[in-house]
């Protein structure tokens, strides 16, 4: 599978952004896929997880309740509501055929990122 993310973009505190992740390759339909994100001078983290059929989701406890991920034939979405400054990051989509996998080294396959900036 290979995975091209977009829709990142600036927004202010409060505000709304959707980030997209499109997929090729047949083995995505069997793939659980993943968002994390890093913010500068820190580690890449767990924001949300969608297994391959969509039935079980997981998300970091600082955006439950706020964003949403989704996914469909070719691609997920991670709809992002009530954002912080603290948002501000590179995100990226990921891939991984471990079921529960919510670790980046869980995941091989990663998209190329997208800026997500929230302004105070």
């Known amino acids: 599978v290979q995975l091209q993310a977009s829709g990142g973009g600036s927004v202010q505190a409060g505000g709304s952004l959707r980030v997209s992740c499109a997929a090729s390759?047949?083995?995505?339909?069997?793939?659980?896929m993943g968002w994390f994100r890093q913010a500068p001078e820190k580690e890449r983290e767990f924001v949300a997880v969608?297994?391959?059929?969509?039935?079980v989701i997981r998300y970091a406890d600082s955006v439950q309740g706020r964003f949403f991920i989704s996914r469909d034939d070719n691609k997920i979405d991670l709809q992002m509501n009530s954002l912080k400054p603290e948002d501000t990051a590179v995100y990226y989509c990921?891939?991984?055929?471990?079921?529960?996998?919510?670790?980046?080294?869980?995941?091989?396959?990663w998209g190329q990122g997208t800026l997500v900036t929230v302004s105070s």
């Open positions: 990921a891939a991984t055929r471990s079921y529960g996998a919510v670790t980046a080294l869980e995941f091989d396959i």
């Open positions: 390759g047949d083995s995505f339909r069997t793939a659980n």
């Open positions: 969608i297994s391959w059929g969509g039935a």
